[in-house]
């Protein structure tokens, strides 16, 4: 069973810059699209950003410049670039990768930014 591990996590003050990082063991093969989601108390889940296998991108509106998400296909390993952050991105962020098989879901990292 492939599992992604999600690190880089942390606190950061506003303005600031975190990189998350989601690779994979035991992966046998490269998910066609790989990506991030976020969820704060109270608030819906949303998709922060996607990469397919290709390398073509999608970003939320909220994070449009500030994020960027790029992927190793050969590992299997997503990254998200997070800077000039804002106290509104606190949040737990989860990576996820999509195959043929269905989607495998990290356990997420916790982001906090304070003020």
């Known amino acids: 069973q492939v599992q992604l591990v999600e690190s880089g996590g942390g606190l950061v003050q506003a303005g600031g810059s975190l990189r998350l990082s989601c690779a994979a063991s035991g992966s046998i093969f490269s998910f066609n699209a790989m990506g991030w989601y976020r969820q704060a108390p109270g608030k819906q889940r949303e998709l922060v950003a996607s990469i397919t296998s290709g390398g073509s991108t999608n970003y939320a509106d909220s994070v449009k410049g500030r994020f960027t998400i790029s992927r190793d296909n050969a590992k299997n390993t997503v990254y998200l670039q997070m800077n000039s952050l804002k106290p509104e991105d606190t949040a737990s962020y989860s990576c996820?990768?999509?195959?043929?098989?269905?989607?495998?879901w990290g356990q997420g990292t916790l982001v906090t930014v304070s003020s």
């Open positions: 996820w990768g999509q195959g043929g098989g269905g989607r495998i």
